[in-house]
Every structure is written in structure tokens, then in C-alpha cells.
């Protein structure tokens, strides 16, 4: 990716996940609670896209690292055997074995620190509001 597009990226999945903030804070009634108690919404209203966007940016990092392929090439090949006839011999003429695939698959490697950076950001200031919970 390029520079402007990594960072156009960033600032998408970092107004997304400040929309499920918003959303979480305003569904518990921010604006009428006492300090200590807004903390805690913060915290909480933080913590779901933190862990969402991590989570997906982590499983995309594990699938670049090739864990997921052996379980794709599978699924593809069994779903092979009772397509066409034509596809069936597509498939295994393109890859008659499982390394054929999995060096394919190395090349097409997907971008996940555009999601797994914001996720860790506002992670961080899930961990930030729940210090300040305890101290306020």
C-alpha cells in the first residue's frame, strides 16, 4: 500500500471504530452519570472496537503466516471433486499438490496493520479509562 492509502485506511477503520465508541457510550446513557461511572462507560465503549479490530488485524496476520491455507486447499479440493469436471481438472492442473498452493498462497499476502494498529489504540485507551475509573 501506499503512504496515502495506508493512512486514508487508518483514519476509515479509526472513524469506524470511534462510531461503535459513540454508539456503546450513548446507549448507556453517558451525559447523566457521575464521574466515576463515565469512566467505566468510556472504558467499556473503548474495549469493543479494541478488541474487534485487533482481533480481526491478528487473524489476518496468523493467516499470512500460512496456518489457514492447509484447511483452505482442503475445502477447495473436496469442493473440486464434486464440481464440474472441467473445474475439477482446473484446480488440480493449477495445484496438483498442497506446496504448489501454499508457495501461491505466500505471494498473496493481505495488509493488516491498517486494523490491528487502531485496534491496539483504542485498546490502550480502554486501559486508560479503567485506570482512571479506580483513581477518580
Known amino acids: 500500500m501506499k503512504k496515502k492509502h495506508k493512512l486514508i485506511a487508518n483514519v476509515i477503520v479509526f472513524v469506524i471504530g470511534l462510531l461503535i465508541s459513540s454508539i456503546v457510550a450513548f446507549s448507556a446513557d453517558i451525559f447523566s452519570q457521575t464521574n466515576s461511572e463515565v469512566m467505566k462507560i468510556l472504558s467499556n465503549a473503548f474495549f469493543l472496537p479494541g478488541v474487534i479490530l485487533t482481533g480481526l488485524g491478528a487473524l489476518i496476520f496468523v493467516s499470512n503466516l500460512g496456518f489457514f491455507n492447509i484447511f483452505d486447499f482442503s475445502f477447495k479440493q473436496l469442493a473440486s471433486t464434486f464440481g464440474k469436471k472441467e473445474k475439477r481438472k482446473e484446480f488440480r492442473d493449477k495445484?496438483?499438490?498442497?506446496?504448489t498452493y501454499y508457495n501461491e498462497k505466500r505471494k498473496e499476502q493481505a495488509q493488516f496493520t491498517f486494523i490491528l494498529f487502531p485496534g491496539i489504540i483504542f485498546l490502550l485507551l480502554s486501559v486508560l479509562f479503567?485506570?482512571?475509573f479506580f483513581y477518580v
Request: proline fraction near 12%; glycine fraction near 0%; hydrophobic fraction near 40%.
Open 130 to 132: 479503567t485506570v482512571l
Open 95 to 99: 495445484y496438483p499438490d498442497y506446496f
